[in-house]
């Protein structure tokens, strides 16, 4: 004679205690990643890449252009990447900030990515006899708090400086980080160009 057999399933108790290794691991994995520090990583990567791309861009237009024109007006503009409206503006150039000497320079939201000289840098890209490097200025992924790219040249020297804030632990590490790596003066921004002392 046969006995058939029912087929046995988890217990409640089994259940709940795979349920709960579930649940730990998952916490560790959080914990380890920090998805936050990880997105704002992202974000620093994205800023110091911007500002490279502008900084060839600018480079490329001194070379190209006869009689080039990097800054309108007074040689200590500091010109930001975002409207007034939505912030209020610093330079954040250490230099030019103990001078007094200068004037922060926005630009309206609809103008801020134009490469034509109106947008938050003053110079017509389109002037490269190969063209524009890029289709439109780059801005900070946020554009908010203090979240904005900063330029600053000397139209006399023929010299600028880029910056950006950065907010990953990981870049604004006061030993290797980028901010402190990168031949500027401040520990919590990103700097690039032709002369970082402004």
């Not at 520090?37 to 001194?62: C, F, H, M, P, W």
């Not at 007074?74 to 209020?88: H, Q």
């Not at 939201?109 to 110079?123: H, L, Q, V, Y």
Request: proline share 5%.
């Amino acid at each position: 004679m046969h006995i058939k057999s029912e087929p046995k399933g988890f217990t409640l108790i089994e259940l709940l205690v795979v349920i709960a290794i579930v649940a730990i691991l998952a916490v560790v994995v959080v914990l380890t990643l920090n998805p936050a520090e990880l997105l704002r990583q992202a974000r620093d990567s994205n800023r110091i890449q911007d500002l490279n791309t502008v900084k060839v861009g600018l480079s490329q237009y001194l070379a190209d252009v006869g009689s080039p024109s990097i800054t309108s007006g007074a040689a200590y503009n500091c010109y930001v990447s975002g409207p007034a409206t939505t912030f209020t503006p610093n330079c954040g150039f250490t230099a030019i900030a103990a001078s007094g000497l200068y004037t922060v320079v926005t630009t309206t939201a609809a103008n801020s990515r134009k490469i034509d000289g109106n947008g938050w840098i003053p110079t017509n890209f389109n002037q490269i006899s190969s063209g524009s490097p890029f289709g439109q200025l780059p801005v900070d992924p946020l554009q908010s708090g203090d979240n904005f790219y900063r330029y600053v040249a000397s139209s006399t020297a023929l010299t600028f400086e880029l910056k950006a804030p950065l907010e990953s632990a990981k870049f604004t590490n006061a030993t290797n980080g980028v901010a402190a790596t990168d031949g500027g003066t401040s520990s919590t921004a990103y700097e690039t160009g032709t002369s970082l002392g402004y």
